[in-house]
Nanobody, 124 residues
Framework: QVQPVESGGGSVAAGGSLRLSCVAI????????LGWFRQAPGKEREGVAA?????????YYGDSVKGRFTVSRDNAKNTLYLQMDSLKPEDTAMYYC????????????????WGQGTQVTVSS
């Protein structure tokens, strides 16, 4: 069974940093598109960052996190990371790891398989 499993959420003051991790259970992270999404209370889920498999297409970010967040993967550990710097209170949300079980993902709309999420809370 394909399942992303997130960890690393927590509470941090504005301006601080957190790193989220997502372990791929039941599939090889190096073969698939992987991404991060978030959902704040009362808001729709939004794309944060996404990347193609190595040698594939581009890595891209949501407009609100460009320049502050960095997505990366460690294929040996079958893990996806999200380094979040210069955090703002508006970054507070449940963060989800996702895959589309494929190697092509030109936009956030192409993702369909979600983890359970990890909470990030940024205080002002």
């Amino acid at each position: 069974q394909v399942q992303p499993v997130e960890s690393g959420g927590g509470s941090v003051a504005a301006g601080g940093s957190l790193r989220l991790s997502c372990v791929a259970i039941g599939y090889r992270a190096s073969s698939y598109c992987l991404g991060w999404f978030r959902q704040a209370p009362g808001k729709e889920r939004e794309g944060v960052a996404a990347m193609h498999p190595p040698g594939g297409g581009r890595t891209y970010y949501g407009d609100s996190v460009k320049g502050r967040f960095t997505v990366s993967r460690d294929n040996a550990k079958n893990t996806l990371y999200l380094q979040m710097d210069s955090l703002k209170p508006e970054d507070t949300a449940m963060y989800y790891c996702a895959t589309n079980s494929g190697d092509y993902c030109p936009s956030f709309a192409w993702f369909s398989l979600w983890g359970q999420g990890t909470q990030v809370t940024v205080s002002s």
